[in-house]
């Protein structure tokens, strides 16, 4: 999808930023799978995982959600980072969509500033956030949020722990 073909909806009056309640599950998985279809991927996550991960004994990331009133407009996932070194505590923005129709109407903008404050709460000197190398127009708005880009210092490598 080109930026040319969205359809802008009408700006809801009144929007909250929250985090995520288990009543959030269905339309979070929507979200993820729409998402992982904008960037040609297929989604695998279900509501059991995400449940799991966001409420079950050991939560391993948090939601913020945009919710509207009668419906989510968007979501941000962050999960936790450190930085051995420096001894700092960081949170990745692992995931930030808004749905069709309500972007460059503020909510990405919102749930950046939600995610920041709920990273200082949680003791963080910094947020982080990646986007895929030809989104930039992702670029260009994490460069008006105030993020600063980083190079590339090097591979990522990846092992199953599946047996």
Same mark, same amino acid.
């Given at each position: 999808?080109?930026?040319?073909?969205?359809?802008? %909806?009408?700006?809801?009056?009144?929007? !909250?930023?929250?985090?995520?309640?288990?009543?959030?599950?269905?339309?979070?998985?929507?979200?993820?799978?729409?998402?992982?279809?904008?960037?040609?991927?297929?989604?695998?996550?279900?509501?059991?995982?995400?449940?799991?991960?966001?409420?079950?004994?050991?939560?391993?990331?948090?939601?913020?959600?945009?919710?509207?009133?009668?419906?989510?407009?968007?979501?941000?996932?962050?999960?936790? %980072?450190?930085?051995?070194?420096?001894?700092?505590?960081?949170?990745?923005?692992?995931? %930030?969509?808004?749905?069709?129709?309500?972007?460059?109407?503020?909510?990405?903008?919102?749930?950046?500033?939600?995610?920041?404050?709920?990273?200082?709460?949680?003791?963080?000197?910094?947020?982080?956030?990646?986007? !895929?190398?030809?989104?930039?127009?992702?670029?260009?708005?994490?460069?008006?949020?105030?993020?600063?880009?980083?190079?590339? !210092?090097?591979?990522?490598? %990846?092992?199953?722990?599946?047996?």
């Amino acid at each position: 999808m080109t930026e040319d073909s969205e359809i802008s %909806l009408e700006r809801p009056r009144l929007m !909250t930023i929250r985090k995520a309640v288990e009543n959030d599950i269905p339309e979070i998985v929507e979200m993820i799978g729409l998402l992982a279809a904008h960037h040609g991927d297929v989604s695998e996550a279900t509501a059991d995982q995400l449940h799991r991960d966001l409420f079950g004994p050991a939560p391993w990331v948090m939601a913020l959600v945009a919710d509207a009133g009668a419906g989510l407009l968007g979501y941000a996932l962050l999960t936790p %980072l450190y930085r051995a070194q420096q001894g700092k505590r960081g949170m990745d923005l692992h995931h %930030l969509f808004v749905r069709d129709g309500h972007r460059s109407h503020g909510v990405g903008q919102h749930l950046i500033e939600r995610a920041r404050n709920f990273a200082r709460a949680a003791g963080c000197e910094y947020l982080s956030v990646s986007a !895929t190398t030809g989104n930039i127009s992702a670029h260009k708005f994490y460069e008006q949020m105030a993020f600063i880009p980083r190079p590339v !210092t090097g591979m990522r490598y %990846l092992q199953s722990l599946a047996e």
